[in-house]
């Protein structure tokens, strides 16, 4: 009943401010976007997969997230910087209807996380209370093992509720998309800055990446199951030559642990 009563002032308020509190986020944060070049999937593809609305003041801003236990959820660092309240949609294909959600104001940023070069891009929220995991539409996933390098030619499966190109609109319908993993040693000629906690997605060309609102959701290994990324940035959206970049798991799996109990 109180849920029910703060979401729905959550959404009038939303419909006000959801506009204007992403396209500053646009601006203040990187310019870059959500699922480009995907397609559309459903909840029961991705079940560990939620959608997240931040609340700063008036402002609103979208984010993925995934389930990592009953009661925490992974996200990126720079999705909850200076966040007062965490709304959570969990177990629906549709961002604005649907599934269950959960309310919270706990969260922990990694200690290093860096806002200028996204270094440790990680962070974890706490639930209030435990959530329901029916297996089909909610599911936990579980995570790359400490210091695990990622092979050559893993595929990554990324969702997202994200923009659909770069500066477009972001979906209600769930977005998944397939994108080889590119090695480090690469990647550093897109991004010299690029560190031992990221790594890079995509393909030469451009055309499929993920986007802004995209951000803090999970990627997963095609052949593993295993989350091996967090959706982090990238320069614009399916750039040729900007790949886009995620938080590498194996790099920060021990803080996750130390943090969460996961
Ligand atoms: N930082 C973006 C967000 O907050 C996600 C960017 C992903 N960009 C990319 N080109 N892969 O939603």
Redesign the pocket.
């Known amino acids: 009943m109180e849920n029910l009563h703060i979401w729905s002032i959550a959404f009038v308020l939303l419909s006000f401010t959801f506009q204007d509190g992403l396209s500053r ?1 646009h601006v203040r ?2 310019p ?3 699922i480009v070049g995907g397609s559309e999937t459903t909840i029961e593809n991705a079940p560990y997969q939620v959608y997240l609305l931040l609340q700063k003041g008036t402002e609103y801003y979208q ?1 993925g997230g995934s389930i990592i236990s009953r009661r925490y959820i992974l996200t990126a660092a ?2 909850v910087q200076g966040i007062q309240r965490i709304y959570v949609r969990a177990g629906s294909t549709d961002a604005d209807n649907g599934g269950t959600n959960y309310v919270t104001t706990t969260y922990i940023q990694h200690p290093l996380y860096n806002a200028r070069t996204l270094d440790y891009d990680v962070a974890v929220i706490r639930l209030r209370r435990n959530m329901n995991i029916d297996g089909t539409t909610t599911k936990i996933i579980s995570l790359a093992a400490s210091n695990t390098a990622i092979a050559n030619g893993t595929d990554v499966y990324v969702t997202g509720w ?1 923009a659909t190109s770069e500066n477009g609109e972001t979906t209600s319908t769930l977005m998944g998309l397939n994108v080889p993993v590119i090695p480090n040693s690469d990647c550093r000629r897109s991004y010299s800055s690029l560190t031992d906690r990221m790594f890079c997605a995509g393909v030469p060309e451009g055309g499929k ?7 803090g959701g999970p990627a997963v290994s095609t052949s593993s199951g295993q989350q091996l990324g967090i ?8 750039r040729p030559g ?1 790949p ?2 995620y938080t590498n798991i194996a790099a920060v799996r021990d803080w996750i642990w130390i943090s969460s109990g996961v």
């Open positions: 986020r944060r990187n870059d976007g959500k984010c720079h999705c994200g990446d993920s986007c802004q609102g995209d951000s959706v982090s940035f990238g320069v614009g959206c399916a900007y886009g970049v």
